[in-house]
């Protein structure tokens, strides 16, 4: 499920918690290492298997097995859904913790966000040294080639 935020969540689950018991949950609400352990704690206290979530793509990305969702918890919900997981886009188990998918979430967002800067701060290093910026954007084309896989 994906909800607005862990109120949300909480609001939403505590009205059907008797009929989750043996059940799985997959939870893709943006949030915490925290909230992901409170809802995991929640969880096992219903008997429910609990599977936190990050979606790493906008909205037009869902459904790209190019598209990374990352995912802690339980291997148990991961194995048993994941043809339905793949379908969201592909997925990234990193660890039985439940609050790794949120961890890995804010500092790969924190990353996104400092890497502008970081390429502009990098080419003007090079450029200073008397490189043309064109030749150092072409090694940084050929890098994310590698890395990305394209």
């Known amino acids: 499920m994906c909800v607005l935020d862990h109120d949300a969540l909480h609001a939403t689950l505590d009205a ?15 949030g915490s290492p925290g909230h992901a352990q409170e809802a ?11 599977l936190d979530g ?4 906008t909205p037009p990305g869902v459904g790209s097995p190019e598209m990374m ?3 802690s918890g339980s ?19 990193l660890g039985t913790e439940p609050g790794l ?9 924190g990353l996104d966000n400092a890497l502008p800067e970081l390429l502009k701060a990098t080419m003007e290093r090079t450029r200073d ?8 954007a072409s090694v940084i084309e050929v890098l994310r080639k590698g890395v990305g896989g394209a």
């Open 54 to 57: 990050a979606i790493m793509t």
């Open 101 to 109: 998918a949120s961890l890995y979430d804010a500092a790969l967002l």
């Open 129 to 136: 040294a008397g490189h043309g910026s064109s030749s150092y």
């Open 16 to 30: 059907v918690a008797d009929s989750l018991a043996g059940k799985s949950l997959v939870n893709l609400t943006s």
């Open 69 to 71: 969702f990352l995912y």
């Open 40 to 50: 995991a704690a929640w969880a096992r206290s219903h008997s429910v298997d609990y």
């Open 75 to 93: 291997r148990t919900v991961l194995y048993a859904h994941r043809p339905a997981l793949e379908a969201l886009g592909g997925p990234l188990h």
